[in-house]
């Protein structure tokens, strides 16, 4: 990696801008790409899929480290060309030209891999819903989204940013904030900072029809999240099914555990 051309000069060479309908923001200081590399790691030769390899920071940091095979899902056809040129020809290496919204991870990789990510902030929060309610299992995922919404997926009860996110994220993986970066360290730079969250599925995953479940318990609860439960939850059962799952109806969903939404949840009917 180290006798190629700077990511800048890689992208004036190929004669590229970043798109805003494509959420480019790019990393193109390789210490950062590389630090992002290690909070993610190690990956002891298990395949790590990309999503949104853009002009390759990641990627080459990934190559680099001890990863197995790389798979690269990018969506804007442009990068394509320039990413083939990280390629040895070893076959470690696949880029598959595709909307991570639509692609089916267990096409890309045999089992399990880690999933390595700085996630396009346009559609960061239905790709994250859609590795943690579907059926592939990642090893883990680190993903840089922008900070609100960092703080969303990593909340704890009491927290300000403790909604859905944290409680559908939680239900299935220990989740935490473990880099923060300023909107400079992008070119071009968002509006808003960001942060990278590390997420490892729970050993106990909840069923896909735990997690429906879940989701229109949180739904309820946090679209009235001033209400008391009792009162945000009426239409599914409300002081009733509280009762039955052990939560005080008089308390308000930003004080309710993920451990307390799932009772609540395994107590609908
Ligand atoms: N990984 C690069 C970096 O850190 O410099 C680029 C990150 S940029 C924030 C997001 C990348 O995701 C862009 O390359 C963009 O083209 C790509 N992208 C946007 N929507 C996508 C989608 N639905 N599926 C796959 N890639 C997508």
Known sequence: MTDLPSLRETLDAHGLL??????????LDLNVTRKIVRLAGPFDGRAVIEVGPGPGGLTRALLESDAGPVVLVEKDPRF???????????????IVEADALKVKEADLVS??????????????????IKWLTGPWLPH?????????????VAAGPGDDAY???AVISQAVCTARIVMHLPAAAFTPPPKVAS?????????????????????????????QRRKMLRSSLKQLGGAALCEAAGIEPD?????????????????LQ
Not at 18 to 27: N, R, T
């Open 18 to 27: 970043a798109k805003k309908s494509f959420g480019q923001h790019f990393l």
């Open 80 to 94: 394509i060309p320039l990413l083939s040129e990280l390629d040895d020809g070893s076959g470690r290496l696949t």
């Open 111 to 128: 089992g399990p891999a880690h999933m390595v990510s700085n996630l396009p902030y346009n559609v960061g929060t239905a790709l994250l």
């Open 140 to 152: 883990s995922l680190t993903l840089m989204f922008q900070k609100e919404v960092a703080e969303r």
């Open 163 to 165: 909604g859905r996110l």
């Open 195 to 223: 942060a990278v969250v590390y997420l490892v599925p729970l050993d106990e995953r909840p069923s896909p029809e735990r997690l429906k479940k879940l989701e229109r318990v949180t739904a309820a609860a946090f679209g």
């Open 251 to 267: 308390v308000r969903a930003e004080t309710v555990d993920v451990a307390g939404f799932l009772r609540i949840a395994d107590a």
